[in-house]
């Protein structure tokens, strides 16, 4: 069974510009939850979707969105980057959102913000 | 409000001996605690969660946890440490209705010399 697949790899864009971050989980996972890491602020939860719905989100700014598609992907998009978005977004999927769960995660996108 | 401490950046040990990963959290309620490992360049991968019974659980890679209610500790250790355990470990929390958010510690830097 294939894990979780993050796309990009490695992504450079400049400040003010917008991107886009894709996953697809596990197959037959419907939770999927993003996180960012970053090497002063570690790692921070950014959102959670379960069929299509946002179940939780983190504290991060209006900048940063995302959505799940009915096969469960998810993408994640920020807008207006600035420096400080440059971290290595994960993200992880389970099968549902139960908190006993644990979370299988993809190898990341790392985004550099120039 | 949730919170993991992971009181060492960095821990040194030489392979063959025994290894100690700390880890103390804050949550209401019942806690349900975890241990995830990252290699360089890698997504975190799942070691180990307590969710209720033995306080003593066993994880993958011969790694087991000790969960200590009284001292709302939850240790990471191993009877004989490898050079490839060498890795960033990092413990995490979620509490009651939580779903797919987890809260992490700061991670700590496992360091096996041969």
């Known amino acids: 069974k294939a894990g979780v697949t993050q796309t990009p790899r490695y992504l450079i864009k400049t400040r003010g510009q917008q991107v886009t971050l894709s996953c697809s989980p596990i197959s037959g996972h419907r939770s999927v939850s993003w996180y960012q890491q970053t090497p002063g602020q570690g790692l921070q939860f950014l959102f959670e979707?379960?069929?299509?719905?946002?179940?939780n989100k983190g504290n991060f700014p209006g900048r940063f969105s995302g959505r799940q598609f009915s096969n469960s992907r998810s993408e994640m998009n920020v807008s207006t980057l600035e420096l400080g978005d440059s971290a290595l977004y994960l993200c992880?999927?389970?099968?549902?959102?139960?908190?006993?769960?644990?979370?299988?995660f993809g190898s990341g996108t790392q985004l550099s913000v120039l | 409000a949730q919170s993991v401490a992971q009181p060492e950046d960095q821990v040194k040990v030489a392979e063959g001996n025994p290894l100690t990963v700390k880890c103390t959290y804050s949550?209401?309620?019942?806690?349900?605690l975890f241990w995830y490992v990252q290699y360089p360049n890698r997504g975190l991968q799942f070691l180990l969660k307590y969710i209720t019974g033995d306080n003593l659980v066993k994880g993958s890679y011969g790694f087991e946890a000790e969960f200590n209610k009284s001292q709302t500790s939850f240790h990471l250790k191993k009877p004989s440490a490898l050079v490839s355990d060498s890795a960033l470990y990092f413990c995490?929390?979620?509490?009651?209705?939580?779903?797919?958010?987890?809260?992490f510690g700061q991670g700590t830097e496992l360091s096996v010399k041969p």
């Open positions: 992880a999927s389970s099968l549902q959102t139960a908190s006993n769960e644990k979370l299988f």
């Open positions: 949550v209401s309620g019942n806690p349900y």
């Open positions: 979707y379960f069929s299509e719905t946002q179940r």
């Open positions: 995490a929390v979620r509490g009651g209705n939580q779903g797919g958010k987890l809260i």
